[in-house]
């Protein structure tokens, strides 16, 4: 039985009708465990959202299907891990999902996994870039070290792999593919060499007749890098046009100087990169953060591009989310048979979230150090934890659940709750404050992390702020 590993993984876009992908297999480490899909809502903000998801069966096997009119990354998780897949519309993949990469340390708090195929045919997307992607290596392995001894032969051999990429794949139909060729190369003109092509030149040979793609990562990953912090390389007066333009709250005014940039040339791009731009901005004490939020609000409603618009959404989101100081998304605690809550019914005290697997050994070893810790800060700190309902605990994980002497709430992994707060692995915390704003997330732990730091510090001082308070109040 031959089995497929692939490496590098990365995502592009097929104009087709939706049509149903079904991904089938074994995952022996992950029996009785959920097994999720998700997909990539732009490549800019990278936030995910949850496709489908099933339960590995006693066998060790699972089957998960859904329909997508493109060929598309899927991130395939289940416990703490994540890998990922290509799929296209129509397709049929037959997989194995390792605990943990053969040559990596398996790390309790998530691995990054190699999925594996069985039966992969040439003619699907994640053969194609398997086998390009071996011959790019190979070219890179042969010739990266002549590029500062010996300059004009790297790029004669570098001129000549580009025309033998295109002679190999010049009858593939595929835009997804070829786009995916075509900035995996773009990405190798960017090693420096005293023969590389400036700026505009490739700005006008890779950016400025292609297509937007918003779905394909090579191409996104090519754009996100070429314009990465371009306010600071603009021209000054740009610059300070840019500046005025925040300072007035105008998204109007910030396009119409991005637009004297002859990289910016394009509209759909320039709107694409004042979004990215601000995002980057966002958090420089050289520009008004309220006004570089208004403008992002703005464009989060109306854009001249509508792709455009959904981007503007997520990177707002992305970077006002969680941020410490910043207003802690809603959640409302439910499960059948308890009492319904919000962050409203916590207020008033510090709330720390304590986000668990009852399943794994980690958390067995830590709730334990958790409850101590509670005993000590209750007082003046609530406690609630929370776990993802895929499937009826095991006798062990019930008598864990049953331990905590505080809030537990089995919640459904449909829940916006997982997004919200960007939990990936497990344990992991989040402190709200008093009034419900993000102090941390995420958050210390009860046990020491690498600088040997514990939460135990921080509900100290909020101990004594508290008991300080109480004092100034009693005089």
């Known amino acids: 039985m031959r089995i497929l590993f692939f490496i590098s993984i990365t995502l592009a876009t097929s104009l087709s009708f939706a049509q149903n992908v079904t991904i089938k297999g074994l995952a022996p480490a992950y029996v009785g465990a959920s097994i999720e899909l998700y997909e990539i809502a732009d490549y800019f903000s990278n936030m995910e959202t949850l496709i489908t998801s099933s339960t590995v069966k006693e066998d060790s096997t699972f089957s998960l299907s859904f329909n997508t009119p ?29 605990e943990k990469d053969a040559y990596e340390p398996y790390k309790p708090t998530g691995n990054s996994i190699e999925i594996g195929f069985f039966k992969l045919d040439s003619t699907d997307i994640n053969y194609k870039i398997l086998d390009f992607e071996q011959w790019m290596y190979r070219f890179i392995g042969n010739n990266y070290y002549r590029k500062n001894l010996e300059p004009q032969v790297f790029s004669e051999n570098f001129d000549r792999f580009k025309l033998n990429v295109e002679e190999a794949y010049k009858k593939d139909t595929s835009t997804y593919f070829k786009t ?45 890098n070429f314009y990465q912090n371009i306010i600071p390389r603009l021209s000054d007066d740009v610059n300070q046009s840019v500046y005025e333009g925040v300072l007035q709250s105008s998204p109007s005014l910030v396009m119409k100087a991005l637009g004297r940039d002859y990289t910016l040339i394009n509209l759909r791009i320039r709107e694409l990169i004042m979004i990215k731009s601000l995002s980057e901005i966002y958090h420089s004490p050289q520009f008004p953060q309220t006004n570089v939020a208004t403008i992002l609000d ?112 089995a919640m459904s992994e449909s829940s916006s709750l ?18 419900g704003y993000c102090v941390a997330s995420p958050a210390l732990g009860p046990n020491p992390n690498g600088q040997y730091e514990t939460i135990d510090k921080t509900f100290f001082y909020i101990k004594r702020a508290r008991e300080r308070g109480n004092e100034h109040l009693e005089r």
């Open 180 to 224: 995916h060729i075509r900035f995996s190369i773009a990405g190798l003109d960017n090693i420096q060499t005293s023969t590389e092509r400036g700026r505009d030149e490739k700005h006008d040979f890779y950016i400025k007749y292609t297509p937007v793609q918003y779905n394909n990562e090579v191409y996104m990953s090519y754009i996100s």
């Open 298 to 409: 703005s464009l989060s409603n109306k854009c001249l591009f509508k792709a455009n618009q959904e981007i503007a959404k997520n990177l707002i989101t992305r970077i006002t989310t969680l941020v410490p100081g910043a207003k802690a998304p809603e959640i409302v605690f439910i499960e059948e048979g308890k009492s319904t809550k919000t962050l409203h019914n916590f207020k008033g005290k510090h709330l720390y979230i304590h986000f668990f697997d009852p399943e794994s050994q980690r958390s067995e070893q830590e709730i334990p150090v958790l409850i101590e810790t509670f005993s000590k800060y209750s007082d003046v700190v609530q406690f609630v934890s929370v776990y993802k309902k895929t499937k009826t605990p095991s006798k062990k994980a019930s008598h864990l659940i049953q331990s905590i002497p505080w809030d537990v709430y």
């Open 70 to 98: 493109i060929t598309q990354k899927i991130i395939v998780k289940s416990k703490n891990n994540k890998g990922f897949i290509f799929v296209q519309p129509g397709g049929l993949y037959d997989v194995f999902v390792p």
């Open 418 to 435: 997982w997004k919200n707060y960007r939990i990936e692995s497990y344990p992991q915390y989040t402190l709200i404050d008093a009034a």
